[in-house]
């Protein structure tokens, strides 16, 4: 019911900048949280950033003052600023979307992942 189109991940440099996108489409109501988690070869899956519907982020200690996340709530969009990427970036990144359908069904939905690969 909830689609969600994640890009921008590829290769980057240590120390180089990438952005993500992520777009929700279907029939939403509202959508609240949204967000991106990663997940690293071997390791669980972890929150980088969550922004809410009024705009207040939180993020990982990890990438605090390196990472920016934003959204457009008029497109149901989210993006992550990844600057001064580190090595220990390189993962899949997914992208997390909570909403309401209507007054009464809501949904958590997850991109399919993109993936980061960081490398000189």
């Known amino acids: 019911q909830v689609q969600l189109v994640e890009s921008g991940g590829g290769l980057v440099q240590p120390g180089g900048s990438l952005k993500l996108s992520c777009a929700a489409s279907?029939?939403?109501?509202?959508?609240?949280?949204m967000g991106w988690y990663r997940q690293a070869p071997g390791k669980q899956r972890e929150l980088v950033a969550v922004?809410?519907?009024?705009?207040?982020?939180e993020y990982a200690d990890s990438v605090k003052g390196r990472f920016t996340i934003s959204r457009d709530s008029a497109k149901n969009t989210v993006l992550l600023q990844m600057n001064s990427v580190q090595p220990e970036a390189a993962a899949v990144y997914f992208c997390?979307?909570?909403?309401?359908?209507?007054?009464?069904?809501?949904?958590?939905?997850w991109g399919q992942g993109t993936q980061v690969n960081v490398s000189s």
């Open positions: 922004v809410a519907s009024d705009e207040s982020a």
């Open positions: 997390s979307v909570k909403g309401q359908l209507t007054a009464d069904s809501v949904f958590a939905s």
């Open positions: 279907g029939r939403i109501s509202v959508v609240d949280a």
